[in-house]
């Protein structure tokens, strides 16, 4: 008698998650939050109002006879990034503690158990948000500008540096992005809103201005302004400043300190420090989520 082999049919394998998948699921879940529609038009709405108040102030001077140049309509539309750096911190943060706080983050990652992963198609779709609503906000802004400003031009565009334009319509939504990405970090360190929050009113405005004070202290304590000048807030400013001479930048530039000056990098620089900001605290964040357990 001949033996008949039996053979079991294969359970299948579960499905693994693609990168691409954990993108559109990222994506699907920051447009379910109320959140972030309020936050991106705020910050459209910030950066809509700061030019028209530059702006109305540039029209108001010129009167008086100060030369405007078109370097001022470019300072002009960026003038409201500081204000925004706060509000897309918060839109950074609240992606990921979000998910803490309701315990979604469980089924987020049950879904997609490679933290890393998870953290990155965030980040990414965090950064996307961010950069849309910034770039919608700064072409309102410029626009608004160019408005109000043309007609009050006094010199030509060859004190313009040519990468201004660059830098205001592309360099500042990607840096508000960078921003984002930044306080993520801070979402997944704290993972509490409030926490994260707060460190990101702490590192943008709180901490600025305090060392800023150090400017009184005399010449001993130049380091200090030296190394204000490189946090976050400074060297966004700086950033979007474009090396050009205006009003915006010049009202905001660095003051001497017993007669000397303090370290202030040059406006590419500036951004490359920016970046080194964000991408050094997201680090921490992933390596925190990636190594902390989530309950």
Not at 150 to 156: A, K, N
Request: aromatic share 8%.
């Amino acid at each position: 008698m001949s033996a008949t082999a039996t053979t079991q049919p294969h359970a299948p394998r579960a499905a693994r998650l693609t990168f691409g998948g954990a993108l559109r699921a990222e994506w699907c879940k920051i447009w379910s939050a109320t959140s972030t529609y309020v936050l991106g038009v705020l910050a459209i709405a910030f950066l809509l109002i700061n030019s028209l108040m530059m702006g109305w102030l540039l029209s108001m001077l010129a009167n008086e006879n100060m030369p405007v140049g078109h370097e001022d309509i470019w300072s002009t539309a960026s003038s409201g990034a500081g204000n925004v750096l706060v509000i897309v911190g918060i839109l950074g943060v609240m992606a990921l503690t979000g998910e803490f706080s309701s315990s979604s983050i469980v089924s987020s990652l049950t879904v997609d158990p490679r933290r890393a992963m998870f953290m990155h198609a965030k980040a990414l779709v965090v950064a996307a948000v961010t950069f849309l609503a910034s770039l919608v906000g700064v072409l309102l802004a410029w626009g608004v500008a160019a408005a109000m400003v043309s007609s009050h031009l006094t010199t030509g565009a060859s004190q313009t540096p040519a990468a201004m334009p660059v830098v205001t319509l592309l360099g500042l939504p990607v840096m508000m992005a960078f921003a984002a990405v930044l306080a993520m970090g801070f979402g997944a360190i704290c993972r509490s809103t409030v926490g994260g929050v707060l460190c990101v009113v702490v590192l943008y405005t709180i901490v600025p201005s305090v060392l800023q004070m150090t400017q009184l202290l005399g010449r001993r304590y130049l380091w200090i302004t030296s190394v204000n000048n490189c946090l976050p807030a400074n060297a966004l400013s700086i950033f979007v400043g474009g090396g050009a001479s205006s009003l915006a930048n010049d009202a905001a530039s660095i003051m001497l300190v017993d007669g000397a000056r303090p370290f202030q990098p040059s406006w590419g620089a500036a951004g490359a420090i920016f970046v080194a900001w964000s991408v050094v605290l997201y680090a921490v964040g992933v390596l925190v989520v990636c190594r902390r357990d989530v309950k």
